[in-house]
C-alpha cells in the first residue's frame, strides 16, 4: 500500500481534552435553583451545588472528555437516514462492526451507503456527494487535493476506492486524460489491500465494467462471476444483471435468462434494487426472443413498460432497448428502430442504455441509408460514451 498510510493514533482534541479542567475550575461558581419569597412571591435563588452533585459532574465530563468526539465514526445506511455511530471495531467484505455504548453493533455491508471515518479528511464528505451527482471531475479534483498521512488504512481504502469509482466512470464516459488503463491501475491498487474492506465486492464490479468495456467479457465474467453468490444481495443482484447483459452479447440466451431470472428474485427492496429487478426482468424477454419466442416476449415487454413510471429513465431505457432487441430478433427493422429512438430521445440519462441504443441505431441507419443520422449517432456515442463497450465495438 501507498506510504503514505500510517496506523497512528487520533491526536488529543485541544477542546475536548481541556473540557474537564475547564468545567472543574468554574465548579465553585456553579448553581442550582432554589426559591425565596421575593416581593410576595416564590422566586427562584442561585445556591451553590453541594460537593456530592459537584464531584458527579466533574467525573461524568472527564468521561465524556475522554471519548473525544474525533473518535466516532459514522455508518450511514442505503436509506440516507439511518445512522449508526461508534468506534469501528472490525471490517470484511460482508460486515462492519461498531462499538455502541460499549456493547458491539454489527451491520452487513449490503445496508451500507458509506462510512463516515474520524479522521478522515475534512471535504471527504464533499467527495461522496460529488459521486452520488455523478459529478466524476469534481471528485476526483476533491480526492487528488487530500492528505491522508495522518489516516489509518481502512480511511485510505475508503479514499482509493472513492477515486477509483471517479476515475473509471470518467473513463467509460470517454473523457480526455482518462483512460481505461489508468481506471483499472486505480481499481487494483485498492484491491491489493482492500480484500477486507466494505468496498471490496463494489470493487469488483468495477473491475467487471471496465473489462466488459475494453471487449474483454472473459475477464469480465471472472469478475462478476462469483459476485454473483455473495451474501450481499444487493452486490450479488447487480453481478447477475451484467452477466445477463454478457450472455446477450455472446447470444448465450439460456445463459442469460438464467442470469436476469436470479437478479430478478433477490429479497432486496430499496429503490436502486427495486428498480434493477424490473430492469432483470424486462432484458429477460429479450433471452426469451432468442429461444424462439419473440411473439411472447414482445407482448410481455409491451404490458410490462405500461405498467412502469413513464419518467424513470433507468428502467424504462432498458425496457426500450429491450424491446428494440426483441423486434431486431424477430426482424422487424422499423419497429427496432421506434424502440431505440424512444431511449435515445427519452431516456438518455440511462448511460448504461443510452449507448447501446445509439450503437443499434447507427447499424439500423447505415443499412436503410440514412447515412447522416448514423453519422450523427456515431459522433454521439463516440463522445459521450466513448469508454464503454459499444464504442470498442464500434470502432472494430
Known sequence: MNNTINNQETAPNPATSNLAGVMA????????????????RWRPTRQPLPNFFAAIMFAMVTVCAGLSYGQIDTVVKVDGKTRISGKLQAMTAD?????????????????????????????????????SNRQFDQAEKELSGMKWDTSSPNTVLDGMYSMAVAKTELALAGTPGHSISDAVAQVRKFQEDGKNHFRYYPSLMLYGRLGKA?????????????????????????????????????????TAKTAFDKAASFDVNDPESTRLKSAAKLSAAVAVAGLGKADQAEEMLKKAILTENPEDSLVNGFAYNALGNVYLIAGKTKDAEAAFLHTDLLFMANSEAHPEALYRLIQIWTQM??????????????????GTYWAQVLSQ
Do not use: C
Open 369 to 386: 441509408g440514412k447515412t447522416d443520422r448514423a453519422s450523427e449517432a456515431k459522433s454521439k456515442l463516440t463522445s459521450r460514451y466513448g
Open 95 to 131: 460486515l462492519v462492526t461498531l462499538s455502541v455504548r460499549n456493547s458491539e453493533t454489527t451491520i452487513p455491508t449490503q445496508e451500507i451507503d458509506h462510512i463516515r471515518f474520524n479522521d478522515e479528511p475534512s471535504r471527504m464528505n464533499q467527495a461522496r456527494e460529488a459521486i
Open 25 to 40: 475550575a468554574n465548579m465553585t461558581t456553579t448553581s442550582w435553583p432554589a426559591k425565596a419569597l421575593i416581593g410576595g
Open 214 to 254: 475494453s471487449n474483454r467479457l472473459n475477464i469480465a465474467k471472472d469478475s462478476f462471476g462469483p459476485l454473483a453468490g455473495v451474501t450481499d444481495q444487493t452486490v450479488a443482484l447487480k453481478a447477475n444483471l451484467e452477466l445477463g447483459f454478457i450472455a446477450l452479447l455472446e447470444k448465450d440466451y439460456a
